[in-house]
């Protein structure tokens, strides 16, 4: 397990960046490498994220100096979403299938979690966010018809897309429901982003969300195409080149928005204060700088 660390960083002195400033202090190039587990921890809110993907081993989490723990969830919960081949989590000795476009949830206190293929030609890609927590929620696996499925935007202002919400109240309310299990997550909220065909534009107009902090994960995009990512206070904006399967931190104080040169998927991951996804400081787009 590589676990790099990030630090916090003042928007008084981000705006003084160079352009490899910001791509030192924000952006992730190479989420995934195969047979390999990436991780980084940022100080923005403790957020973990990174990219697992087994081949023809087993990934295992484990414990590290940096969390000062005896095992990665003693004092954690995680979610991840699959973008790759069919892959196996196994947590505390239990296995759970973990098809494309699934999520699974895993709570506080889980001792043993692996990752692993089905097919070691064909391997997963787990990317996961991890996140504090107070309490111990069940393990629960989140299928795509599981995940609220909310369409916005349109052609004509390039950002037809369709928000698909996987660690989120509403849908741990219905799986409680289906099961007789309480399910939730202390802070953690999570989902994923595709844009229609055509479009190419997305959270815009934007937003800040003072009381929480996202990092956005890109992907389903060709070689030759990118995304270009905009960050920093509404007055004083920057933007980083995104190429496929890359990530970037997106701190309290930010906007984060992208156009690509052509549509592409995105995975968002919250952490902070609070779980509400409608806890958004929206901004006129005519008042950006």
Not at 129 to 147: E, G, K, M
Request: glycine share 8%.
């Amino acid at each position: 397990m590589k676990l790099e660390v990030r630090y916090s960083n003042h928007f008084d002195d981000v705006k003084h960046y160079t352009t490899q400033q910001l791509r030192d202090h924000f952006l992730v190039e190479k989420v995934f490498t195969p047979g390999e587990m990436k991780l980084v921890y940022s100080h923005n809110d403790r957020i973990i994220f990174g990219g697992i993907c087994p081949t023809t081993e087993a990934l295992k989490l484990e414990g590290s100096k940096e969390l000062a723990a005896e095992y990665f969830l003693q004092r954690r919960e995680l979610g991840t979403i699959n973008i790759g081949g069919d892959g196996i989590v196994t947590v505390d000795g239990k296995d759970y299938e973990v098809k494309n476009s699934e999520a699974i949830y895993v709570g506080m206190g889980a001792k043993e979690i692996s990752f692993s293929a089905k097919d070691p030609k064909n391997p997963p890609k787990f990317y996961m966010n991890s996140a504090t927590a107070h309490r111990n929620y069940p393990t629960v696996l989140i299928q795509y018809d599981d995940a609220n499925h909310k369409p916005l935007g349109s052609l004509e202002d390039c950002n037809k897309r369709t928000i698909n919400q996987y660690i989120h109240d509403e849908v741990f309310a219905r799986l409680s429901e289906r099961d007789g299990v309480e399910y939730g997550s202390c802070q953690l909220a999570m989902g994923m982003t595709k844009l229609d065909p055509g479009s190419n534009w997305n959270t815009m107009p934007c937003h800040t969300h003072e009381r929480r902090m996202e990092v956005y994960l890109y992907f389903d995009m060709d070689d030759d195409n990118v995304v270009f990512h905009m960050m920093g206070r509404p007055d004083e904006t920057r933007h980083l080149v995104m190429k496929n399967e890359s990530a970037v931190i997106s701190p309290s104080w930010s906007i984060h928005s992208g156009v690509g040169t052509k549509a592409y998927t995105f995975i968002w991951g919250m952490v902070g204060e609070n779980k509400d996804y409608d806890d958004q400081d929206w901004l006129k787009t005519g008042d950006l700088k």
